[in-house]
């Protein structure tokens, strides 16, 4: 693939799309919102199931060397303990002495109070863990935390997943589930928020072939985005300065893209070493090894761990989906999603709501909705309902007209290039399987040809 100039598209569009479509709302909006926390909409969550199938079926499914977990959001507090993020996991903050609006001290460097020019406090840190209680009382002893990243799970059923799957080393677990951090700042969108969805890959070597495996996923990772649809000039890898460094990380670096506000993180590789598995046994008393049967020796795995945003890589999808053009001398606004992230993978559409016609729109509509999601619209002209279906990344529309009735043969258009054929009903399914997959757009059946909308 040939290098593509980096692309920017405006925040406030792709806002303004995701609540206009019902991709992604403001969370509890009736009652003014709840700050930085979003719900997904009709289309918002099929995205979002698209994005984690994706990587499911890639990482974990299409894989000998990977196996899945679903563990629990609450672990044993000691677990924070462990791995360091009881002590470890803050934010420096102050605090203005006169109006106790408070900030993240990094952010502020070298500036006064924003506000109101206040004094501030010295740096507190802040520790960015959501707290809750276990059962009816609230003290001390019942303290939980709300996990605020999918990777302990792992680490924790190391010993399970190695005594149920016979797995050898090297191996992965990958897991995908909702994580919480109290974030200071938060903000642009989905980017930053206070309760997001992580895609976490948790791989274990041999010490030694490390650094190799460390470059193996930097790329297979940076490449999963590319094949996805993301444009290769917005993406690019960073590599942690020292004091960047987690607590836990030997190297790491960000995969990151081109957002509207510039370029940020969507998916941090690090290199862990034995950290994990050295606390968790030290903290736990279990021996948390690998016996090696070539050497006969009883290793601590080093850890790989691949660990993705599913709202960072749904807002990084949509930026660069979003496209406008002019079509029918109109503004037209598309989403070029890629057809396995797009929500709804075709619409059918009847010409007019005539009786017969809307009978074998539905029978068609019924049938293949039983394969993928489908969506049926026979309101206002079938420009207007191209271009809503655009507007959501929809690749494909399916036109049943009064021909339709008599040959058997819909029109089915595509959305980026607007192109249309006519295809026998018997041949919708497998032709749109096909389409989907990536093959190459219209193979034309015997005497067909292709035109343009509105030609
Ligand atoms: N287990 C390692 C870990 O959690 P991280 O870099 O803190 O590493 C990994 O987080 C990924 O999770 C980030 O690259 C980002 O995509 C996502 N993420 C982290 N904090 C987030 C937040 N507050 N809102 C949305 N996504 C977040």
Not at 404 to 429: C, G, H, Y
């Amino acid at each position: 693939m040939t290098e593509q100039a980096p692309t920017k598209v405006d925040m406030e569009k792709i806002v303004s799309l995701c609540q206009r479509r019902g991709f992604i709302f403001p969370s509890s909006e009736i009652y003014g919102g709840l700050s930085s926390c979003w719900d997904y909409g009709p289309l918002g969550v099929e995205l979002k199931r698209n994005i984690k199938q994706a990587w499911w079926q890639a990482e974990v499914q299409e894989r000998d060397d990977m196996v899945g977990l679903d563990a629990s959001i609450l672990m044993h507090p000691q677990t924070w303990e462990a791995s360091g993020h009881l002590k470890g996991f803050s934010d420096p903050l102050v605090e203005c002495k006169s109006c106790h609006l408070r900030w993240r001290a990094d952010e502020l460097a070298g500036s006064s109070c924003p506000s109101c020019s206040g004094e501030l406090t010295e740096p507190r840190l802040f520790n960015l863990m959501f707290k809750t209680f276990m059962g009816p009382i609230e003290e001390e002893a019942s303290v939980v935390y709300l996990r605020p990243e999918t990777a302990q799970g792992m680490f924790v059923n190391f010993q399970n997943v190695l005594d149920t799957t016979r797995k050898r080393l090297p191996f992965g677990i990958a897991q995908i589930g909702k994580a919480f951090r109290n974030e200071i700042t938060t903000g642009n969108f989905i980017f930053r928020s206070r309760e997001f969805e992580q895609m976490e890959i948790e791989f274990f070597v041999k010490p030694g072939s490390d650094k190799e495996w460390f470059d193996y996923w930097l790329e297979e990772r940076f490449n999963w985005y590319v094949k996805l649809g993301i444009k290769k000039g917005n993406l690019k890898l960073r590599q942690h300065m020292k004091r960047e460094l987690a607590h836990y990380a030997k190297d790491c670096y960000d995969i990151e893209y081109l957002f509207p506000m510039g370029w940020a993180e969507l998916e941090g590789i690090a290199n862990r070493g034995d950290f994990d598995l050295v606390q968790h046994a030290k903290y736990s008393g279990k021996s948390l090894t690998y016996f090696d049967e070539e050497t006969k020796e009883h290793v601590i795995p080093y850890i790989i761990e691949p660990s993705a945003g599913v709202d960072r890589s749904a807002l990084a999808f949509l930026c660069d989906a979003y496209d406008e053009d002019i079509a029918e001398g109109e503004l037209r606004v598309l989403l070029h999603l890629h057809p396995t992230l797009a929500p709804i993978k075709a619409a059918v559409l009847p010409l007019s709501r005539r009786d017969k016609l809307v009978a074998l729109a539905k029978q068609i509509y019924t049938d293949l909705r039983q394969c993928w999601m489908v969506s049926y619209d026979d309101a206002q002209s079938i420009g207007r309902r191209y271009r809503r279906q655009d507007e959501i990344g929809t690749p494909f529309c399916i036109t049943v007209d009064f021909q339709s009735l008599e040959d058997e043969q819909v029109t089915i258009r595509e959305r980026d290039s607007m192109n249309q054929i006519r295809l026998p009903i018997s041949a919708l399914k497998t032709t749109l399987q096909a389409k989907l997959e990536g093959e190459d757009l219209f193979v034309l059946p015997p005497g067909g040809k292709i035109w343009k909308e509105g030609e």
